[in-house]
């Protein structure tokens, strides 16, 4: 059978994707609006790739269709909140997009899907620590959209039959966070700089970076480990629950810089005195450790190590792109 992953070109998406396939998955499709190539190149020839919008029923109800679709992985998303213009487009990818693939996926008797929220769903919370039985508390669209999502799929596993589970991720760093297909699409405004956890790859570019204050503390979980989870939970045969944080090791942001500059010596990296990222409580993720067995395999130095090697790759991958397509190949 095969393993359908929207927004498998995406950050996290990209990491499922070649996960899935070091891991024996043969066949693999990736559904993409905004299809990166260069972020799956080193596999781009043993993926499907189609180009089309999550929530067009006809387009995800084709897929399964014509290969066989058994299990799903919905990592299409819009990171952020829209711009003034752009709430109706948000909401169309947000609730509109996961209604389609949930619909979609019990019609067709999938197996399962797997959903990524994320840690905005928590919002504002008195707990130290963000454990799975708290009541979210969403601040923003995309945490609330979160919540809506996690809700209809709960929804339609309890009352429909569909086998589905969300996985909260918290901080993820990776190749591919700076520049997702959330600003291709319009609906968010480009920002003005990149997450900290994301200025790697403007240090790969050759780029002088400013890193935050490092006396902060937060959860930092390597993208390649967030894709074993997704992973863990497509193949489980019982899903003891439908609700899963997925959360690696804290440190201190000044740990994450050291281990950038021992890796990269020849970067320009300053820090700076005034910027404190806000960042969320600590998630608790012994949840997804005991039951489906998640064992993280990169500490915060490999995981920056593979980091950097992935950016360069794609950096290498993309020119070939544009060469090509430049060349009219």
């Known amino acids: 059978m095969t393993l359908l992953i929207t927004g498998g070109t995406g950050f996290l998406g990209s990491y499922l994707t070649r996960y899935a396939l070091e891991a024996g998955e ?4 990736v559904l993409d609006r905004y299809a990166n190539r260069a972020r ?3 596999v781009l020839d043993r993926v499907t790739l189609v180009e089309g919008d999550v929530a067009d029923s006809e387009t995800v109800r084709s897929i399964i269709a014509t290969h066989g679709i058994d299990r799903i992985a919905h990592f299409a998303s819009i990171l952020g909140s829209p711009a003034r213009d752009q709430v109706l ?3 169309k990818v947000q609730t ?3 209604a389609n693939v949930l619909e979609t996926a019990l019609e067709a008797n999938v197996r399962r899907v797997v959903f990524a929220s994320s840690v905005a769903a928590y919002g504002e919370q008195t707990a130290e620590t963000l454990h799975e039985d708290l009541l979210p508390n969403p601040q923003n669209p995309y945490g609330a959209a979160k919540v809506w999502a996690e809700s209809m799929a709960k929804h339609m596993t309890e009352a429909f039959g569909l086998d589905a589970v969300s996985l909260r991720f918290g901080s993820i760093y990776g190749s591919g966070r700076a520049w997702r297909g959330s600003y291709n699409s319009g609906i968010l405004s480009s920002p003005g700089r990149n997450h900290f956890m994301a200025r790697v790859e403007d240090a790969v570019r050759g780029a002088p970076i400013v890193m935050p204050r490092g006396d902060v503390a937060t959860d930092f979980t390597y993208a390649a480990d967030a894709a074993q ?5 497509l193949a489980a045969e019982q899903l003891p629950h439908r609700l899963y944080n997925v959360a690696a090791e804290r440190h201190a942001i000044g740990e994450y ?9 020849e970067a320009e990296i300053t820090v700076s005195d005034t910027e404190v990222p806000t960042v969320p409580a600590p998630l608790d993720g012994a949840r997804i450790r005991q039951e489906l067995g998640l064992e993280l395999k990169y500490s915060l130095k490999a995981g920056m190590a593979d980091y950097i090697a992935r950016c360069r790759d794609y950096e290498a991958a993309r020119r070939g792109v544009l060469a090509t397509c430049a060349g009219g190949g």
């Not at 043969?26 to 499709?29: A, E, S, T, Y």
């Not at 989870?229 to 939970?233: N, S, T």
């Open 257 to 265: 810089t050291e281990a950038l500059r021992e890796l990269m010596p």
């Open 96 to 98: 509109l997009g996961v």
């Open 229 to 233: 989870a997704a992973w863990l939970a």
């Open 40 to 42: 799956i190149a080193g």
């Open 89 to 91: 487009n948000f909401v």
């Open 26 to 29: 043969q066949r693999v499709v």
